[in-house]
T-cell receptor
Framework: GAVVSQHPSRVICKSGTSVKIECRSL??????MFWYRQFPKQSLMLMAT?????????EQGVEKDKFLINHASLTLSTLTVTSAHPEDSSFYIC??????????FGSGTRLTVV | DAKTTQPPSMDCAEGRAANLPCNHS???????VYWYRQIHSQGPQYIIH???NNETNEMASLIITEDRKSSTLILPHATLRDTAVYYC?????????????FGSGTQLTVLP
């Protein structure tokens, strides 16, 4: 089946630094990639939607200059958390859309900002 | 997208069937019912989806009521590895690139 590879699985960074999270669709072309974040004991919240070759669409309340999304190819999308702060500590998950029905999720990235 | 309502938690004995209910009383005719699950600290995993007919695959069965206002996900022989949060999601499949919207889900705990 369709697989989305997400790296890194865990990252700890210092406050003020930037972190890049990669998602690759291994056996399908993801024209659309969704980025979610999940705080402890909460559900997944959509942050942004990216379409290959165009600018991402951000949900209300998500700072586009802080969470940079690049979807330069049909198999790779990246999320860069810039100038990270402790409140950005969360579980980040990407999801690639395949065809009409398929949504395949990455395994998630646990970000801890210290 | 139609709103869904699920019980916050359920327990099930290992080896028994787990029946997870979902209410989606405002579902529209073009909206599918999707089920995903999320094991702790992992990404969501697709289980099954359906429109109006009952569906079965190697993981589970999906029973949708005739009026489509509710559905039940059935794990026929639950194992400890089925312990997870189960999400029932309703959304149209019109070809548009719309996201899945997650509610709070049901925490299923399979007990030994």
């Amino acid at each position: 089946g369709a697989v989305v590879s997400q790296h890194p699985s865990r990252v700890i960074c210092k406050s003020g630094t930037s972190v890049k999270i990669e998602c690759r669709s291994l056996d399908f072309q993801a024209t659309t990639m969704f980025w979610y974040r999940q705080f402890p004991k909460q559900s997944l919240m959509l942050m942004a939607t990216s379409n290959e070759g165009s600018k991402a669409t951000y949900e209300q309340g998500v700072e586009k200059d802080k969470f940079l999304i690049n979807h330069a190819s049909l198999t790779l999308s990246t999320l860069t958390v810039t100038s990270a702060h402790p409140e950005d500590s969360s579980f980040y998950i990407c999801s690639g859309k395949q065809g009409i029905y398929g949504y395949t999720f990455g395994s998630g990235t646990r970000l801890t900002v210290v | 997208d139609a709103k869904t309502t699920q019980p916050p938690s359920m327990d099930c004995a290992e080896g028994r069937a787990a029946n997870l209910p979902c209410n989606h009383s405002t579902i529209s005719g073009n909206e599918y019912v999707y089920w995903y699950r999320q094991i702790h600290s992992q990404g969501p995993q697709y289980i099954i989806h359906g429109l109006k007919n009952n569906e079965t695959n190697e993981m589970a069965s999906l029973i949708i009521t005739e009026d489509r206002k509710s559905s039940t996900l059935i794990l026929p022989h639950a194992t400890l590895r089925d312990t997870a949060v189960y999400y029932c999601i309703v959304r149209p499949t019109s070809g548009s690139a719309r996201q899945l919207t997650f509610g709070s889900g049901t925490q299923l705990t399979v007990l030994p």
